[in-house]
């Protein structure tokens, strides 16, 4: 098993979200050199971390990878299929079995329609079917707090194909009030790639919030959710995301970013045996 990054979990490093800002943001090139150094085997791209879809820069990028010997999955925010197909492109020039994405509604609007949501999501991808077969990109739907498992499952077994599987966030059944375990053993069968981290509930003067955690420090069972992975799944990469929410100071902010993701790999070797 291979054990990635998602880029994410630098959000507050890279600046580019609307919940944080610092006067020397990473960019990619330099989140690379941090996974080669924190002995991660690949990484994960967040789109809002992509600043080109371009071939010299995209290739600039995998040439880095390549380098440090790293593996590469990327992500898109859209089952659009216009998005889809400029994320198959991406995923060529960098060698990337994997295109990530997520539906993205919200559920909890009551201006949404969360069936109508499902069924326009089924029509975008399968008109996207023959752009990732021919290119031979998976596509790895996320539970991003807007589908609920049973609803994600049955999207991907009404698409049918091979191509088309899910991303398993481990915390995210969280946001759509399930129980943990049972939507990840729900999902697992399906699982092309993982969003692996740990999250806990906390209580504050508007209601309760969900935040993450270093891997180990939180609500999930993640040791029995990895096993579960090892001998039922069908996943060779383990992809960490580890957000953490930032501090009222901005070094206070990335240092507890950082320690978060050494934390994580940390675990990860101590009780996982990565």
């Not at 399906?190 to 692996?196: D, K």
Request: aromatic fraction near 8%; proline fraction near 4%; charged fraction near 25%.
């Amino acid at each position: 098993m291979l054990l990635g990054l998602d880029s994410y979990s630098f959000h507050l490093a890279f600046a580019r979200h609307e919940d944080f800002s610092c006067d020397e943001p990473i960019d990619l090139f330099q989140f690379i050199d941090r996974v080669s150094k924190l002995g991660f085997h690949g990484f994960q791209i967040d789109p809002m971390h992509l600043e080109s879809d371009k071939a010299d820069y995209v290739l600039q990028l995998k040439s880095l990878a390549d380098e440090r010997g790293l593996f590469v999955e990327h992500g898109i925010m859209s089952v659009k299929p216009e998005d889809i197909i400029a994320g198959i492109h991406v995923c060529q020039m960098l060698d990337s079995p994997i295109l990530r994405t997520f539906i993205g509604f919200d559920r909890f609007s009551p201006a949404t329609n969360v069936r109508h949501e499902l069924e326009q999501a089924k029509l975008d991808i399968s008109r996207s079917l023959k752009g990732l077969q021919d290119a031979g990109v998976y596509l790895a739907i996320e539970n991003h707090g807007d589908v609920t498992s049973e609803e994600l499952v049955q999207l991907v077994l009404d698409i049918g194909d091979p191509h088309v599987g899910i991303c398993l966030d481990v915390g995210n059944s969280l946001c759509v009030l399930e129980e943990p375990m049972q939507a990840f053993e729900r999902m697992l069968p399906y699982a092309l790639t993982t969003h692996f981290k740990d999250y806990m509930p906390g209580m504050t003067n508007f209601g309760c919030k969900i935040y993450g955690t270093a891997l180990g420090s939180g609500m999930l069972p993640v040791k029995e959710m990895y096993k579960k992975i090892v001998d039922q799944g069908k996943l060779d990469k383990l992809i960490l995301e580890i957000p953490v929410e930032a501090e009222s100071a901005v070094e206070a902010s990335l240092a507890k970013e950082q320690q978060a993701i050494e934390a994580s790999i940390e675990y990860c070797r101590k009780e996982l045996n990565f």
